[in-house]
């Protein structure tokens, strides 16, 4: 289903696409400062050029999806679909899949040097926050990886059960640094915690 865009130049197209593609598609749009429209068009020309049968997906359970193509494309699409003999959600599908193949994260490939940030918080207490820190950090540390855990709990209590005894008032923390009334080098904050999770600075 088509309706004309405001300028007339575009049309807004309603069709379905699995979410985890949609998703997909948004996160990678954003990732390349694209429009979702833009990146969609590409998709599809790509799709409809490629003289190779596409690889089918699965779209049991597609949502509803809609952005703006240009006027007549969306006809055209359904046309080469007609023609592969496949539905229109299907041919989106494999549209957008083969789009985001050819078009990889620019964070892809860089995992290995930029660092991976976990932040566990919740306002209530005794939910698990402290544990469940202490067993990612853990998981990584037993992974071979490098780990540094900060404990920005004002009542320190992962530090506490690693351990690291609490600072004593008016001595340097990660708070006074982030206020800007630090006197020492934060680095001097992080502790060394041996066989068990790498490293963790107190609060």
């Known amino acids: 289903m088509a309706s004309p865009y405001p300028d ?9 696409l699995p979410s985890p593609l949609q998703q997909a598609l948004k996160v990678r749009a ?16 790509d799709w409809r050029a490629s003289t190779n049968a596409g690889t089918e997906v699965d779209t049991s359970g597609a ?6 193509l240009p006027a007549g494309m969306y006809e055209e699409f359904k046309e080469t679909c007609t ?23 620019p964070q892809h490939g860089a995992r290995g040097t930029d660092p991976e940030r976990k ?5 209530k ?19 071979g990886k490098r780990v540094l855990i900060v404990d920005f709990d004002p009542q320190g209590h992962l530090s506490e059960q690693l ?38 600075v107190r609060r």
């Open 8 to 16: 007339g130049d575009r049309e807004k197209v309603a069709s379905k």
């Open 30 to 45: 954003a990732e390349l400062s694209l429009d979702i429209q833009d990146a969609v068009e590409a998709a599809i020309n």
């Open 63 to 68: 949502k509803s999806f809609s952005t703006w």
């Open 83 to 105: 023609d592969r003999a496949i539905s229109y959600s299907q041919g989106l599908a494999q549209s957008v899949r083969n789009w985001l193949d050819a078009n990889p994260s």
């Open 119 to 123: 932040i566990v918080g919740n306002q």
């Open 125 to 143: 207490g005794g939910v698990g926050k402290t544990a469940v820190s202490a067993g990612i950090g853990q998981a990584y540390a037993e992974e």
């Open 163 to 200: 351990g690291v005894p609490q600072i004593e008032p008016n001595h340097d923390s990660l708070v006074s640094h982030m206020c800007g009334e630090d006197q020492g080098d934060l680095r001097d904050l992080v502790v060394v915690i041996e066989d068990i999770l790498g490293r963790v």
